[in-house]
């Protein structure tokens, strides 16, 4: 997979129906200058940082199941997914777990040069030189869903292949080479989302998959 940070496939996504690929925005470091496309380096290069999405998604299946710490940005962000998925805001620790284990998780952004949680403080370019990883992503894994977290990333998203959904606003599907759908859905991120209205939005979509 030709990527800068490798996406988090849970143990039961090669097994669920529908597969379900998560689109998040952008990782936040500010630990070096030479990251992902930004620094222009070899992937093969990448070392330990290649895991840093894996990393975030087990730190926080540790802090659901009672074993690791909690950090701002899990309640902010991955819990409130789990919120916007079931539709409901108490959500187990069993059932986060599930969710995580059973869907693919991918960071839209190759590069990760800023330390403040805002998108602002990537360009255009960082996101234009991503979008053809993301589809590398998309052909590999075969989802039969994608929900992309934000504005910026669904826009950045590849035209390959894309087909325009007339009845549900931001969504569409792809046409893989071996002829697979994978349906395309864009969501607020969830640290701005409403629960119950993304729910919905959500339902009614995966519901014409």
Not at 112 to 119: C, D, G, K, M, V
Request: overall charge negative.
């Amino acid at each position: 997979m030709n990527v800068y940070f490798k996406p988090w496939i849970g143990n039961n996504y090669s097994s669920k129906k529908p597969k379900i690929l998560v689109i998040g925005d952008s990782h936040y470091c500010g630990d070096c200058k030479m990251c992902g496309i930004r620094g222009n380096q070899p992937i093969e290069e990448f070392g330990d940082c290649s895991y840093f999405t894996k990393d975030r998604v087990s730190e926080y299946i540790n802090f659901r199941k009672g074993t690791g710490k909690k950090v701002d940005w899990m309640t902010r962000t991955f819990l409130r997914f789990d919120k916007i998925f079931y539709g409901r805001e108490d959500i187990s620790s069993e059932e986060s777990i599930q969710l995580w284990e059973s869907i693919a998780y991918y960071i839209f952004v190759q590069t990760a040069l800023s330390s403040n949680p805002t998108n602002t403080n990537y360009s255009n370019e960082d996101y234009g030189n991503s979008s053809s990883m993301a589809m590398d992503v998309i052909k590999e894994l075969k989802p039969d869903i994608i929900i992309v977290w934000g504005n910026r990333a669904y826009e950045a998203m590849s035209d390959e292949g894309w087909h325009n959904n007339e009845s549900i606003k931001n969504s569409g599907y792809y046409i893989l080479d071996n002829g697979h759908k994978a349906y395309c859905i864009k969501i607020n991120h969830p640290s701005r989302a409403i629960v119950e209205d993304w729910h919905n939005t959500l339902i009614e979509f995966m519901n014409q998959v």
